[in-house]
């Protein structure tokens, strides 16, 4: 069974978990997803956990490839004050800081005792971040991207694309190792320096991402995968975002980052139900 070491806890993925989706940015991709007044976050988390929530993941930079690129101390000023009145109105909450800065990384667990790191960039974008993550022993979201998010859809050219996202992989999650990070959980990346017929490519080879025995996240939350296929605004992505939930539980996946938790919740529920049956057993009955 996967597990991850949360403050001297074990955490595991028996039934997979949601991850709900906080952006305390005025430029999010998605609307409906952007607080910014303490009322309204406040709502948002309590929402979370009493929909179903098991991680809230608060981001104070948008990755969309039109947002502007915030440095540390910008984001910074941005992102603690959430933490801390987050931490005061939910001190159970387990937390999730969404940056590729180190030192945002830093002070988001030294001072508010954030649990998990998640890093779009995979430790590219700021070098220092994997020996800071394993100074802190948390566990740390290593996600697959090419460039920054204001140039990753110029790196989408592949000698060999499933087999160099798992090499992607592979690499980093040696050098964390090495560094005595032992908690990593896989995001491959959806929507991130990969064309739209990559995304789903990647979701139909979604199951060979165990390969690392670690917890693999899927977030595809009304990303443009869903919505440049639909035709539909992400206001409009709920309906292709639980679709395609379905099909990352299926496949196996631990963790479903979203916006929407009940509907998500719902879907870990469903999938659930139909996999207490063992088809293989089921057949050889049948068969004799």
Known sequence: ???????GRLFDFSTPRVMGIVNVTPDSFFPGSRKQ????????CRRILDEGGTVIDVGAQSTSPVSRFLDAEEEAERLMPVLRLIRR??????LSVDTFHADVARESVEEFGVNIINDISGGLMDERMFSVVARLNVPYVLMHMRGTPQTMQR???YDSFIQDVLYYFSERKARL???GVSDVIIDPGFGFSKTMSQNYELMAYLKYF?????PVLVGISRKSMICRLLGV???EGLNGTSVLNAAALLSGADILRVHDVREAVECVKIIGKIEEFDAQK??????G
Do not use: W, Y
């Open 1 to 7: 069974m996967k597990t991850i070491n949360i403050n």
């Open 37 to 44: 007044v303490a009322g309204e976050i406040v709502e948002r």
């Open 89 to 94: 109105e939910f001190p159970d909450a387990i």
């Open 155 to 157: 790196f989408t050219r």
């Open 177 to 179: 190792n090495q560094l």
């Open 210 to 214: 165990h390969i690392f025995e670690e």
């Open 233 to 235: 605004a992400p206001e």
């Open 282 to 287: 089921v057949c050889s009955n049948i068969l």
